[in-house]
């Protein structure tokens, strides 16, 4: 298997401008979650889901945040509009039931 | 709210060496643990999974330990290498919410040197 997919890589927008983050899990996991990294504060939940149903979204920032999973093998995180403060990397992990979590590369996200 | 702690921030040693990462948290109340590596600029690769029955998992010269009781654990590495240089994160999965997010430690950045 690829392991978990994130697209793009590398993301460099103006305030203001959407953003859309996108993830492609390990086929068969059926719990897809979304994280933030920042140097203050670590690694923090943002959503996740059970079986394409979003589960627990309180680690939403605020309403600018958003993500949907239409369907198994993918997701998405948008971000409208973007800030400065949004600036961070951005990882999809997935698993299968309760278990051991698996990361994508991230996205680093910069907004100028 | 479950806090997890990782202390020293930072760590040197010469290649060859043992060492020991700590990790504790504040609710032992826990599903499992995980341990992950983050080379810089890169995702988080998984090391070790304990679930909260066992109190140790070894995989090559990488052990990682278990107190559930006492809220914390260890990862142990023996014969370091420089090509062990990284950030090591613990994360915690809380018992009440199997399959809900990891809460993770700020991380123990390892500089192994030759």
């Known amino acids: 298997d690829a392991g978990v997919i994130q697209s793009p890589r590398h993301e460099v927008t103006e305030m203001g401008q959407e953003v859309t983050l996108r993830c492609k899990p390990i086929?068969?996991?059926?719990?897809l979650f979304w994280y933030r990294q920042t140097m203050m504060r670590g690694l923090e939940l943002l959503i996740y889901f059970n079986n394409n149903v979003p589960i627990d979204d309180s680690g939403m920032p605020e309403d600018r945040f958003s993500a949907k999973m239409p369907n198994a093998s993918f997701s998405t995180l948008k971000i409208q509009p973007s800030e400065p403060r949004d600036s961070a990397v951005y990882f999809c992990?997935?698993?299968?039931?309760?278990?051991?979590?698996?990361f994508g590369p991230g996205t680093r996200l910069t907004v100028l | 709210k479950q806090e997890v702690t990782q202390i020293p921030a930072a760590l040197s040693v010469p290649e060859g060496e043992n060492l020991v990462l700590n990790c504790s948290f504040t609710d032992s109340a826990i599903y499992n643990l995980q341990w992950f590596r983050q080379d810089p600029g890169k995702g988080l690769t998984s090391l070790l999974l304990?679930?909260?029955?066992?109190r140790e998992q070894t995989s090559g010269r990488l052990n990682a330990s278990l107190d559930k009781s006492s809220g914390r654990s260890t990862l142990y590495i023996a014969a370091s290498q420089p090509g062990d240089s990284a950030t090591y994160l613990c994360a915690v999965s809380p018992a009440n919410q199997a399959g809900t997010a990891l809460i993770f430690g700020k991380g123990t950045t390892l500089s192994v040197s030759s």
């Open positions: 304990i679930q909260s029955s066992q």
């Open positions: 086929s068969g996991h059926d719990y």
């Open positions: 992990a997935s698993s299968y039931s309760a278990n051991e979590q698996f």
